[in-house]
């Protein structure tokens, strides 16, 4: 019988956490993640579950705590955001390089420069590239269920890698909405114990975690760990289809929202896409063929995935809630073009960066995105192939 709650994103987490009760999470505040340790503290200090916490004096000793509790057999967490992230730059890279099943819940926030607090994805998509699986959360019901399936995800024989379960700062960390969670039992089960096949501590098989990598075998190291993010593509169908068993909620790669019959999509991540399918519903009810594609998991990258779902539209625009500065468009538009080149699928696509630094993105900005598309279908007028979203000009 699920329990009925209302909690803001960052309490749904600490309450993930606290019925995983993993074994080591050392951490150090920053906002907007500052309440997901303050929370597990609490329920550690009230004898609700026995994970050793570890304040630390930075994010890079966070993750270096991490690491050592994870390289010894631990099954460790921390929580972060923005610069925070930042600070733990060249440890993400080792992490994942020594094949360390951490979990890391992100509250994505605006990069500082100049300096911001607000929601942006530019913290995790700087890191998109370091080895780890990123798992985005539309709502606060997304970032508890994600969490649930993080271990099972991460530390399978067959993936063995860091994980990093976002969701949007302040938007879904700090906004109160209905939940439903999963009894402790239940999640007790369905995450199960960690029982790693090498640690340090394990006297019968002496052996290091990160060695110097000479130039015979980097690239066979690399290699591995891109097999392993290959491998956890089926991994991370196959825990979503139990967790569906578990919870009847059902997740995959992406949501399809209204994509049936759709002639133009938007594909976007994050609670920006609560707002685009409110647009959808609008327009549809004007008989516009609009559609919906909410990428959920972007490491791995579901390249093929995602190309057969947009290759009956006429257009498609992708939303980036982060800058490349490669002046061709966001991260997200970058990946999905050069998908669709590989697959050689001719369907008019168009970058659009949009929510820098906490800006509103709201349902007239995605029906004027849809405008445009439809635009381009129905009179041939030519999309602009990279565009801001609400951009100010300067006589505003």
Avoid at 16 to 21: E, G, L, M, S
Avoid at 249 to 275: K, L, P, Q
């Amino acid at each position: 019988m699920a329990i009925n709650e209302r909690l803001s994103g960052n309490e749904a987490v600490a309450y993930a956490i606290r019925q995983i009760n993993p074994d080591v999470m050392p951490a150090f505040p920053i906002t907007p993640s500052t309440e997901i340790p303050q929370l597990v503290a609490n329920y550690i200090a009230n004898g609700q579950m026995d994970t050793e916490f570890i304040p630390v004096e930075s994010e890079h000793s966070s993750m270096s705590a991490a690491m050592g509790a994870s390289a010894a057999g631990a099954r460790a967490l921390t929580a972060t955001s923005s610069c925070g992230l930042a600070y733990m730059w060249e440890l993400l890279y080792v992490a994942a390089s020594d094949r360390l099943p951490i979990a890391l819940a992100l509250v994505n926030r605006a990069l500082t420069g100049p300096i911001n607090i607000n929601c942006d994805h530019s913290d995790s998509m700087g890191a998109k590239d370091a080895g780890w699986l990123q798992i985005y959360s539309e709502s606060n019901q997304e970032a508890y269920d994600n969490f649930i399936m993080a271990y099972r995800i991460a530390e399978h024989k067959d993936v063995r890698l860091p994980i990093m379960i976002c969701q949007d700062g302040f938007i879904t960390s700090h906004a109160l909405t209905n939940i439903q969670l999963i009894e402790d039992d239940l999640v007790k089960k369905f995450v199960g114990e960690y029982k790693p096949e090498n640690f340090l501590l394990n006297s019968e098989c002496p052996m290091s975690v990160g060695p110097y990598a000479v130039s015979n075998y980097y690239m066979e190291s690399h290699k591995a760990q891109v097999a392993a993010m290959e491998n956890s593509k089926q991994v991370i169908l196959d825990v979503a289809d139990e967790f569906y068993k578990m919870t009847g909620r059902r997740y995959g790669f992406f949501e399809e929202y209204r994509m049936d019959d759709a002639e133009a999509a938007i594909v976007i991540m994050g609670s920006a896409a609560g707002t685009t399918k409110d647009a959808v519903d609008e327009l549809r009810e004007q008989g516009i063929k609009a559609g919906m594609i909410k990428l959920r998991v972007f490491r791995p990258f579901p390249a093929e995935e995602i190309c057969k779902a947009l290759s009956h539209l006429k257009a498609v625009a992708i939303l980036d809630r982060s800058e490349t500065f490669s002046t061709q468009g966001g991260p997200v538009a970058s990946e999905i073009c050069a998908a669709m080149y590989r697959s050689n699928l001719n369907v008019k696509s168009a970058s659009y960066i949009y929510g820098l630094g906490g800006r509103d993105y709201r349902v007239s900005d995605a029906i004027n995105v849809y405008n445009e598309l439809f635009d381009y279908i129905n009179n041939g007028k030519e999309l602009v192939d990279f565009n801001y979203i609400g951009l100010r000009s300067r006589e505003d």
